[in-house]
């Protein structure tokens, strides 16, 4: 192409990539870093129940505060410890955050924690939860392990022992970011979850669109019959909200009912949650 026969523009392709992987280098560096020096945090996104219309749990999310680069969003370091292999420290600290939280919340509140394709590599995974309840005292039944396709990619054998162990534990999982990967409808078959979340990208603006209202409801029906339930993610505006509401999923989550809430406020977050709940159900005034 004309841009590999120009030098110049060549060389300036050359500076980019160099630049690029000094940045990569000092991110994993700092990263390497972070967890002695207190840099992470735990943030507590309220779901709602549409049984009852009140919040029945929050997810865990891990947040870097960098000192100059200030807060980085998990998607631009979990690849990467995932791939320096710190993700098991890391992931450890978050379950003690996450079940430390739960502690202080009412027992009806149950707490949500992602993990990582690496978390479920190693031998430790049952150990470590197991150790992080009994440090906890929150009853297993309130923990809800969140795992993505790419987990159960490979191994599914030894994967599907971990989850039957998990479960046999009392431990919930859910099958996160439900549609966006590769043979989903098999996994269900396969693996023993007892939530699915729909992915962000099928409630997008589904007030309008007629097949993401048939995905979704495909996919309550489909959870239904599994014995499963499903929490819809990503509900940004009102009009989402009613749709998803006509639907028969158990759950919400999204902007509209509640943003990520730092550690230490879950328990006014959900006050308010419940509080605007009950404003909308006799059809108050005062709502966003
Ligand atoms: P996820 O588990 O699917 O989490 C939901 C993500 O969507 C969160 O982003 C959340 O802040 C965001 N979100 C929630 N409601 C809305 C909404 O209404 N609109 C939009 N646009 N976004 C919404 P976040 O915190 O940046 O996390 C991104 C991903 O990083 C998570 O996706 C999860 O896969 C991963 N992650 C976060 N915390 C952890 C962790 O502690 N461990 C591991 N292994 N992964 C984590
Ligand atoms: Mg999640
Ligand atoms: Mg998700
Ligand atoms: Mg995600």
Redesign the pocket.
């Known amino acids: 192409s004309a841009k590999a026969h120009d030098p110049g523009r060549f060389h300036f392709f050359e500076q980019e990539m160099e630049v690029e992987l000094l940045r990569m280098q000092s991110l994993k560096a700092d990263l390497a870093k972070a967890l002695p020096k207190h840099q992470f945090e ?2 507590y ?1 309220p779901i709602l129940s549409l049984r009852d219309n009140s919040v029945r749990g929050f ?5 870097w505060r960098h000192p100059e680069r200030g807060m980085v ?3 631009e370091f ?1 690849p990467v410890i ?1 791939e320096t292999g710190a ?1 098991a420290d ?2 450890g600290w ?1 379950l003690d955050e ?1 079940l430390r939280s739960a502690g202080n919340w009412p027992d009806r509140i149950s707490v949500a ?4 394709p690496c ?1 479920f590599r190693g031998e430790g995974l049952q150990h470590t939860v197991r150790a992080a309840l009994a440090k906890s005292g929150v009853a297993p039944p309130r923990l809800e392990l ?1 795992i ?1 396709e790419s987990v159960l990619l490979q191994g599914s054998e030894r994967n599907l022992a971990l989850l039957h162990s998990l479960r046999n534990m009392g431990v919930k999982i859910a099958l ?2 439900f549609g966006v990967g590769y043979s989903s409808l098999s996994y269900l078959r396969t693996f023993p979850f007892t939530r699915v ?1 729909i ?2 990208s099928f ?2 603006g589904i007030d309008a669109n007629p097949q993401s209202i048939a995905i979704v409801k495909s996919v309550v029906d489909i959870a239904a019959a599994m014995g499963m339930q499903v929490t819809a ?4 505006t009102r009009q989402e909200f009613d749709c998803i509401r006509t639907l028969g999923c158990d759950a919400v ?5 509640g ?2 809430t730092a550690r230490g406020t879950e328990l006014a977050a959900l006050e308010k949650v419940d509080a605007d709940m009950i404003w909308r159900a006799t059809g108050d005034s005062r709502l966003p």
């Open positions: 735990t943030v996104q997810e865990t999310l891990i947040r969003p998990p998607d979990i995932e993700i890391i992931g978050v996450a924690v992602n993990l990582s978390q969140e993505t996160d970011d979340k992915d962000r409630v997008k993610e990503g509900i940004e989550q999204g902007f509209f009912i943003r990520p």
